[in-house]
């Protein structure tokens, strides 16, 4: 299938005193429709600025320098900010830690949901409010008749996120972003939501990016992973694959460090978990537990290192086979 | 020395709400907490877990209720008389960052706690700070630098690093991990698993997040609405919960691990607000397995073997569910 968003060779970069900053590095990245791709990394490594210039919402000091964003075959990237506010909320929609945010003050939720559907179709008030109560019962609101009426101030988070997701539906939205699926939200109520995502992903074919730290609600939700470290991809796999090993020296300390339980000590070289990311070579060789003198003198290419896998690092062969035979 | 450290009775706390209503936050809480034992504190947003956490501590005052504290009861004392046994209860807060004041430096920082115990003079002050520093791995060095020159995960070992300058036998930790990266997330859990074994720390481990929890602690209390529905050691409860709201709160959690299937237990609907609750179940509304007495009489807690206690009129019945993890 062809891909709905294909990212290739996206720079981005902020201004400081010292000079120009990279924050996302020649970024490569195919979404497919139906598809739930996980983007995980820690803060800072630009995950969220990823998924902002995807938008076209970055503001300065943040600058895209350089690369393609492509959306069903149309370069976002020249697309005026009239013909781009049309597709945000609409065929690409954005939710974050705070869904209320994306939601106007001002308008009750159900006016809001009317006025999407009435503005992508010729449906008459009538047809357009039954229909939207149908939406929010399909997104488990409650009471969705009553609900009609309500501001999402008067609403929870949860339920926020649940009217963004009805908003999607009603949009038919192809792309959804997702900041922090699970951020904000209890244990019980994520779960709703995430379940919801995954059917809107099943039956409407739409693409989920799940933009997460939690590596469970990766491995429960997502089909691709992609690790980000320093605005760059140093990972990407399918997602059995990922969890059963990572081929990436990054990656392997994520999985470890969010296991349930405490791994064996010592069983690794010692490294400085708080390094800053080198600026000659490899950027994770100051954290690195298996780094060679070949790391310093270059960024290591993103290569495939298995069916449908690729990975940033020198060894990241020798680390799967050592994998595959532990 | 008894093998009982903090034992908490009927704890309740009311906030009047206005227009005559009440705000029952914690209602009728007991637990125990036994020397060098990490309990854990568990519930979604509105279940009382940090209200619990504050009333120990006194930073608000409880409505009703008793807290013995090494056999002292401590809401018999007054502010004065507690201060004298505060060293030994200390907390860790949630944001590194903001619980440490910018203008200090981390060597004052930690020192402040020990100024309320007029015996130890500076240099003594100082030779404490040190050694805290070094538990928490941090070094001399980082006696004399400012909050801000700390990434969070070092600020959290400052915030740690304070706790523990005062030799306390509990300490309360309030989501210290929360505002963490995985990777930070990870060192500080097995910091303060280390320092548990090492001082013989009791620690009250107040968290939503569930696989910490599991990592840290030897016994969990999981609260709904400002009640303990279910309380036992931390495996036997993960594995298989006996109370509706915990099988339906543990089978939630996702572990980092696509292979791992729990068997879902599923409420409908959400967590109802917590003015002027019913008097019967809390869980009523969303619960599976309601019936009729559910509604009229909060169930009692029930003894489920060694340590194990569950308020539930079904649990015997919830039982026969078995475990969570389906092979």
Do not use: W
Request: glycine share 8%; aromatic share 4%; proline share 6%.
């Amino acid at each position: 299938m062809a891909p709905i968003l294909e990212l290739r060779e996206l720079s981005v970069s902020y201004e400081t005193q010292g000079g120009a900053r990279a924050v996302l590095s020649k970024l490569s990245l195919d979404v497919s429709a139906g598809e739930a791709l996980g983007i995980v990394g820690e803060s800072g490594s630009g995950k969220t600025v990823l998924v902002r210039s995807i938008l076209g919402l970055l503001d300065p000091p943040f600058r895209t320098d350089h690369g393609t964003v492509v959306f069903e075959g149309r370069d976002l990237r020249q697309l005026d900010e009239q013909s781009f506010r049309q597709l945000r909320g609409g065929s690409i929609a954005l939710t974050t830690p705070e869904p209320r945010k994306h939601l106007n003050p001002l308008i009750s939720i159900g006016r809001q949901i009317v006025n999407v559907l009435r503005a992508h179709q010729t449906l008459a008030e009538q047809a357009a409010r039954t229909r939207t109560i149908e939406l929010l019962r399909a997104v488990g609101i409650p009471d969705p008749e009553r609900r009609l009426a309500a501001y999402p101030h008067e609403l929870s988070g949860g339920m926020c996120q649940r009217v963004i997701i009805a908003m999607a539906l009603a949009h038919q939205t192809k792309l959804l972003l997702v900041d922090e699926p699970t951020a904000g939200l209890d244990v019980t109520i994520s779960r709703q939501i995430l379940d919801l995502m995954h059917e809107l992903a099943v039956s409407h074919g739409t693409a989920l990016m799940l933009v997460s730290r939690d590596l469970g609600v990766v491995a429960h939700y997502c089909r691709r992973v992609a690790v980000m470290y320093d605005g760059r991809i140093v990972e990407d796999a399918p997602v059995e694959a990922f969890f059963a090993g990572p081929a990436h020296p990054y990656s392997r300390q994520l999985l470890r460090a969010a296991a349930a339980s405490r791994g064996k000590r010592g069983a690794e070289k010692r490294v400085d978990a708080l390094a800053e990311p080198a600026r000659t070579g490899c950027p994770f060789r100051p954290r690195c537990p298996v780094a060679v003198a070949a790391c310093a003198t270059a960024v290591p290419a993103l290569q495939q290192v298995a069916a449908g896998r690729r990975a940033r690092c020198l060894r990241a062969e020798a680390l799967l086979r050592q994998e595959l035979a532990a | 020395m008894a093998a009982t450290l903090l034992q908490v009775s009927d704890l309740t706390k009311i906030f009047p709400v206005g227009g005559g209503h009440q705000l029952k936050a914690v209602s009728e809480v007991s637990f125990t907490i036994r020397r060098g034992e990490a309990l854990a504190l568990v519930g979604e947003s509105g279940s009382g877990k940090t209200t619990t956490g504050r009333c120990l501590l006194r930073l608000i005052e409880p409505t009703a209720g008793h807290i013995q504290f090494d056999g002292v009861d401590i809401l018999a004392q007054t502010q004065r008389q507690f201060r004298a046994l505060r060293p030994r209860m200390q907390m860790v807060f949630q944001e590194p960052y903001d619980s440490l004041s910018p203008r200090m430096r981390v060597g004052r920082i930690i020192e402040e706690p020990l100024r309320m115990l007029p015996e130890l003079d500076a240099a003594e002050r100082q030779r404490r700070a040190l050694e805290v520093l070094g538990m928490v791995r941090l070094g001399r060095a980082a006696y004399d630098r400012y909050p801000h020159q700390f990434s969070a995960g070092q600020q959290q070992r400052i915030g740690i690093a304070r706790a523990l300058v005062t030799r306390p036998d509990l300490v309360l930790l309030d989501e210290p991990t929360s505002a963490l990266d995985v990777s930070v997330r990870a060192e500080i859990l097995d910091l303060l698993s280390d320092l548990q074994a090492e001082l013989g720390l009791a620690y009250l481990f107040i968290s939503h997040d569930l696989t910490a929890v599991r990592r840290v602690c030897q016994r969990v209390a999981i609260m709904y609405l400002g009640r303990i529905v279910e309380t036992g050691e931390t495996e036997q409860i993960f594995e298989a919960p006996l109370h509706p709201y915990s099988r339906a709160l543990l089978s939630s959690v996702l572990y980092p691990d696509p292979a791992s299937r729990l068997s879902r237990y599923v409420l409908t609907g959400e967590i109802p607000s917590p003015i002027d609750l019913p008097q019967g179940c809390h869980l009523a509304s969303r619960c599976p397995m309601v019936e009729p007495r559910c509604r009229s009489a909060y169930p009692p807690m029930d003894r489920f073997g060694e340590g194990r206690s569950v308020a539930c009129y079904r649990a015997q019945e919830m039982r026969a569910l078995g475990g969570l993890t389906t092979h």
